[in-house]
């Protein structure tokens, strides 16, 4: 083949296989007959210490290629504790972590994913970045590499100018801060008719096959199901949700494709479950009659169908009973906030009674669990909106309590779940500054008191996590330094409790000069220029602003499939609307 393609997820394989963006790519590329794509995925800590001991670099799944002979590494990253991981594999693979550092041997190394709407913690690592929808751009890039390959003389820099051509892809050692004391402080690029990086869009989803044959796990990974995406894109506009944000406008994949594919790949993985996602599954607009239709050769095969992103204001009787019709998976209800006030900051856009009702709906069918998720540290959140989470869970378990049958009356229960909120880049909480670890302590230690109910089980996520995920969220590159500091440490494979340093991690910070709540806690004023500014993923900064004060004065947006909000998206789409 002409080019030789790893696909990188720094997380175990558990997880990394069951990430449904590399299987898309891992399709797009292998379909392409001088093309080969394989995988690589971060080791465990038994298996690390194996490869330096015994001096073995870091290889591929498929063919155990050592990461260095390849000719790109893209690595997917979602998630901001990951980032170690990612320089681990670099590291054990004998690869130069700094872009700076690589010569005409190495391969080059890219990035994508929903993290790189700010690429800037991580920018001095990357050759390259994807900002954006990845199908819309790998085969340019492929294409750009395999006529670079051809030339007599060849540097790198030159294939990153023709890759810093293509719609969505930011060469971060092309852009640069200015000296100090000169202006303010916003990454200028070093090319004048490049002084933003636009966002990659799939205009349509149908135009992107959904992969053909993907790979059957040897083990059992945490998403064992096939899964097919019927939507991209959100309207409902929930301040908190960046994805609601960075993948607008909503675009729908013709039900008729999504179930011959759903029957051909049945056939050719033999799973039993089906995963449909979109970010509101819901709100698909044939979401009804596509359920039916996928019933018609499932309901035989006793085929599983989950809806994992549904809304409870979305929830109809039709819906549910075509869902009770198969084998049930889990059912969860994600109201965010306990009380309407704080739900109508944060535009969730659903009333208790849609939420005590979709609950009720859901034991009517059958299921005999719910679960239930909030976020804790909301902007304007007050210890009366946290007491209203304990509240809520009480009267849907009073009013509900007597729905089934005597024999499993015992066997009703709600599982109770609460994060952290983490202000995100290009969401209108942008500028909002996280909550303190001891504020989110004392709020989880209520709920603890709270909810010790007959039938109820509560589980929280560890706030120190949630710093570090707001600190690289929000950050500069200054923050690169310290994930090297800490990699050096001994951190790796921070998303996992057993694993986590949090000692170490504010040593590095210390030893690099920088302090975490800058980052994390601090509020951002308007005028104040974010480390994010050169990146345009279609949505203003002004619009941001604008629903930020609506929230503080509790305002809806409307949504935008029926009444324009005027978020920018649609210079987008050459000026006209929103499909």
């Known amino acids: 083949v002409a080019l030789h393609v790893a696909l990188a997820f720094p997380d175990l394989y558990e997880i990394a296989t069951s990430h449904f963006g590399i299987q898309i790519l891992y399709s797009i590329l292998n379909n392409e007959n001088d093309i080969l794509a394989e995988r690589v995925f971060a080791p465990a800590t038994d298996m690390e210490a194996l490869l330096r001991e015994k001096k073995v670099s870091l290889f591929s799944l498929e063919s155990k290629t050592p990461l260095k002979k390849f000719d790109i590494i893209g690595f997917s990253l979602l998630y901001e504790l990951n980032y170690t991981n990612m320089l681990n594999m670099l590291d054990l693979s004998g690869i130069p972590f700094f872009t700076h550092a690589r010569g005409n041997i190495d391969p080059f190394i890219i990035a994508g994913g929903p993290c790189m709407c700010n690429p ?3 920018a001095d690592f990357f050759d390259a970045i994807v900002v954006g929808d990845g199908e819309a751009v790998i085969l340019q890039m492929a294409d750009d590499w395999k006529q670079w390959r051809k030339k007599s003389t060849r540097d790198r820099h030159s294939l990153l100018k023709s890759w810093s051509q293509i719609k969505g892809v930011y060469i971060p050692s092309f852009f640069e801060y200015p000296p100090s004391g000169r202006g303010p402080r916003r990454l200028i690029s070093k090319q004048a008719d490049r002084q933003y990086v636009e966002r990659a869009v799939v205009p349509d989803l149908n135009d992107v096959s959904s992969p053909q044959l993907p790979i059957i796990p040897f083990g059992k990974p945490i998403h064992d199901r096939l899964r097919m995406e019927i939507a991209r894109g959100c ?5 908190f949700c960046q994805a609601g944000m960075i993948y607008r406008p909503v675009r729908e994949r013709h039900p008729q494709r999504i179930v011959s594919s759903i029957e051909r790949l049945l056939t050719a993985t033999g799973y039993e479950d089906i995963s449909l996602l979109s970010l509101s599954t819901g709100d698909y607009s044939c ?10 050769f499932g309901e035989t095969d006793h085929v599983a169908i989950s809806l994992p992103s549904l809304r409870a204001g979305s929830l109809t009787p039709e819906l549910m009973e075509l869902i009770r019709r198969v084998r049930k998976t889990g059912f969860t209800i994600a109201p965010e906030a306990g009380s309407q006030r704080l739900r109508d900051v944060i535009n969730k856009n659903i009333t208790e009674e849609d939420i005590m009702s979709g609950s009720g709906s859901a034991f009517r069918a059958g299921w005999t669990r719910v679960k239930l998720y909030f976020m804790l540290g909301l902007p304007t959140e007050t210890m009366e909106d946290v007491q209203a ?7 849907i378990r009073e009013r509900y309590r007597d729905i089934a049958a005597k024999k499993d009356r015992k066997r009703l229960s709600i599982a109770v779940g609460t994060s952290s909120f983490v ?6 909480f942008q500028w909002v500054g996280q909550d303190r670890l001891e504020s989110l302590r004392e709020k989880q230690q209520l709920l603890k008191q709270k909810l010790r109910i007959p039938g109820v089980e509560y589980r929280w996520h560890d706030v120190q996590t949630s710093l570090l995920e707001a600190v690289f969220a929000r950050g500069d590159r200054r923050l690169g330094a310290v994930m090297l500091r800490a990699l050096q440490k001994g951190c790796r494979l921070d998303g996992w409790a057993e694993h986590f340093r949090y000692d170490l991690w504010m040593e590095a910070f210390r030893e690099a000069g920088l302090e975490p709540v800058f980052y994390a806690n601090r509020v951002r004023a308007e005028g104040e220029i974010l480390p994010w500014e050169h990146i345009d993923i ?3 900064k002004s619009y941001l602003w604008r629903e ?12 935008c499939r029926t009444q324009c909000a005027g978020c920018g998206v649609q210079k987008s789409w050459g ?5």
């Open 389 to 395: 989470i304990p509240d809520l869970v009480g009267r």
């Open 548 to 559: 930020y004060q609506r929230a503080l004065r509790g305002e809806d947006p409307p949504d």
């Open 423 to 428: 202000p995100k880049p290009f969401t209108p």
């Open 235 to 239: 309207t409902r506009g929930c301040r």
């Open 120 to 122: 800037e913690p991580i």
């Open 287 to 296: 979401i009804a009659r596509l359920m039916e239709q996928i019933m018609a």
């Open 575 to 579: 000026g006209g609307l929103c499909p």
């Open 538 to 540: 279609g949505v203003s």
